[in-house]
């Protein structure tokens, strides 16, 4: 990444009452220092969790072989924790004692230090505040009371260890649950009700020990906030946005909590968005402002919200959502060894896995938007770097054989086509009805989109709200392999009801076991999280107010001993603890916003001028 476009403002702010620069300055100092062991650190780390991985695939391959006519794995029948930690390697259990300890010396290196800090400065809470998280933060559990359902009963079926019991014991009942209703996108019959849980509790941890927003809200409460002043706006992330509405009401009651913020406080509003929560506030922008949605017009943005901190917002998709439908993959899976593979596929298959996520319209509103123009057309892309052997405009890239290639490769624009021919008609109709995830060029076409609701998600379709003083701050990870384009092959699995699978045979390059990797924050690509922020958001037709748009980029710097990352790691979620970001979101909700600058490192603005979107009149 480029050093020469790193850029610091900081205005006329008192020195001591800068952001973190001392964490920044820190992760230069450490970086070179860090160089030659992170890769052996990250493999160490990613052999642990692997290794985890697959050996809860194995038990689970072992609860249903004893089940299977096929296989017989009688020594499974008594095993235990206790027999278990017996005959795992004494340098197996040397390694996790050891990442344990540094997870507990680490993980208070931020807990209330940052809120402590910035007090002593005199900032203290002011603005209300409310989180939307994102895709994996909000806990679901079970409201059925039906003869199938009534077991789990205020059972957390999504993020917690109800969850991982129901899919060991009761694999089919847990699919059931967790899967809408294929052609309605809504509840399942039967009785089935998964609601997703409020409060603090459904995101500050994801299971036990695995924190989300725990740092940042311990931090918040540091400067003076508590549940009068904050809130969680918590949603079943399964749902399509327009669900979102018919069976929750999730956007009128998003609408009447900040009406009812700003009517106790006298004052506006700071939302603070992640990943995919920064996708659903966008919609929600649209809809409040609609007659035939919150009926609050163009000016209710403007009257109510002061601040917008989107954090590694997914606004042009996540690559990686687009094989998890397809084939239920993504490099997580691809990068399993043979034996952790066996296990997985006995216990959840990729036919299974791929009809899950289809099942769950919401993952679909990740799907790449905007196209060739973005992604890159069949021999280039925007984001391909001097000397790069593979370049990631084929999105989908097949293997030739015998001189001859079983399918054409694809672009982005080709592989959502492709997506469509080869899937359900039912999961068509769903997208068709939901999204959209083309490019507008026109001010014209802008316009008359912010009446079609399915248009909503889509930043290159539709703009900003007609707020002027409205503020946007986009915080996001950089400089962690992420996923960019895939090599797939003809699937030799029989019993597959998918035509393709990943070819995991390949790694060369830049491609790791058939997984192209590319710049971002480890699951969103750089592209998504800072083409608007850095470009789009600068253009007329999709800020015709004027919006201030602050982009603030934070490297991926992990400790060596720390499973999390540490106070420096720009990881898509882990980036919640990040010692500066926290910093930045005090500063923000307790109104020093103005103090923030701009910090890009990456080449995110090469990138965004190469991209084949201009402004109208360039188009004349």
């Known amino acids: 990444m480029s050093s020469s476009l790193r850029r610091r403002i900081w205005g006329n702010a008192n020195p001591s009452d800068s952001p ?12 070179k220092a860090q160089s030659s062991q992170s890769p052996k650190y990250r493999k160490r780390r990613n052999g642990f969790i692997f290794f985890l991985g697959g050996l809860f695939g194995i038990m689970a391959a072992g609860f249903f072989a004893n089940r299977s006519d096929l296989i017989d794995f009688p020594e499974f029948g008594d095993l ?39 007090l002593a400065q005199g900032i203290r809470a002011n603005h209300p505040v409310i989180m939307v998280p994102g895709v994996i933060s909000t806990g679901l559990e079970s409201w ?48 089935i009700k998964l609601r997703a849980a409020q409060g603090f509790d459904a995101a500050d941890f994801f299971i036990t020990g695995y924190w989300i927003w725990n740092k940042i809200l311990e931090n918040l409460a540091t400067i003076g906030y508590d549940p009068t002043n904050s809130f969680t706006a918590a949603y079943d992330w399964r749902l399509s946005y327009e669900n979102l509405e018919v069976r929750d009401q999730y956007f009128t009651r998003l609408k009447i909590y900040i009406e009812m913020a700003y009517q106790v406080s006298n004052k506006k509003v700071v939302v603070i968005s992640h990943s995919m929560g920064s996708q659903v506030l966008f919609y929600f922008f649209h809809w409040v402002a609609a007659a035939d949605g919150g009926g609050g017009g163009d000016g209710w943005v403007d009257k109510y919200v002061d601040s917008w901190i989107n954090i590694s917002g997914c606004m042009l998709g996540a690559l990686k959502g687009l094989p ?30 791929a009809e899950i996520f289809r099942a769950m319209p919401g993952i679909s509103s990740m799907l790449p938007m905007g196209g060739n123009a973005v992604w890159g057309n069949a021999t280039w892309a925007p984001d391909d770097l001097p000397g790069q052997n593979v370049s990631f405009g084929p999105f989908l890239n097949f293997k030739f054989r015998n001189g001859t290639t079983q399918h054409a490769n694809l672009t982005v624009e080709d592989s959502l086509s492709y997506l469509g021919n080869v899937t359900e008609p039912w999961y068509g109709r769903m997208v068709g009805r939901s999204y959209s995830n083309g490019v507008a060029h026109t001010t014209a076409e802008v316009e008359a989109n912010e009446k079609d609701p399915r248009k909503w998600i889509n930043p290159l379709e539709t703009r900003l709200p007609l707020a002027p003083n409205l503020k946007i701050y986009c915080f996001y990870g950089i400089g962690k392999p992420t996923e960019r384009s895939y090599f797939y092959r003809r699937s030799e699995n029989p019993f597959s009801n998918l035509n393709i699978t990943i070819d995991t045979s390949l790694t060369q390059d830049n491609i790791d076991h058939g997984v192209v990797l590319g710049e971002g924050d480890g699951t969103v690509n750089l592209l998504s999280v800072g083409y608007m922020c850095n470009k789009g958001w600068k253009m007329h037709r999709y800020n015709p107010a004027g919006v201030k748009v602050n982009v603030y980029e934070m490297p991926h710097e992990p400790e060596r001993f720390s499973p999390r990352g540490g106070p420096n790691t720009g990881d898509h979620v882990d980036i919640l603890g990040r010692q500066s970001l926290n910093d930045l979101i005090l500063r923000v909700a307790g109104g020093r916003g103005e103090d923030i600058g701009e910090n890009i490192v990456s080449d995110i603005g090469k990138y965004a001028e190469r991209v084949e979107i201009r402004e109208e009149d360039e188009y004349l």
């Open 20 to 31: 973190p620069k001392a964490a920044d300055q820190q992760l230069v100092r450490l970086s």
């Open 144 to 191: 059925g009371t039906t003869n199938s359902t009534r077991q789990y009963f205020r059972k957390r079926l999504w993020g917690s260890w109800s969850m991982m019991r129901a899919l060991v014991l009761d694999k089919e009942g847990w699919k059931r649950h967790i899967m809408l209703d294929k052609d309605t996108g809504l509840d399942p019959p039967d009785g």
């Open 80 to 118: 235990s924790m206790d027999s278990l930690m017996d005959i795992l390697p004494a340098s197996f259990m040397q390694d996790a004692r050891d990442m344990a300890r540094g997870e507990r010396e680490t993980v208070n290196y931020d807990s209330f230090s940052v809120g402590l800090n910035l």
């Open 324 to 353: 998890a439908v397809l084939s239920g993959e993504m490099k997580d899976t691809a990068q399993l060894n043979a034996f952790a593979v066996y296990g997985l596929e006995k216990f959840l298959s990729k036919d299974e896995r």
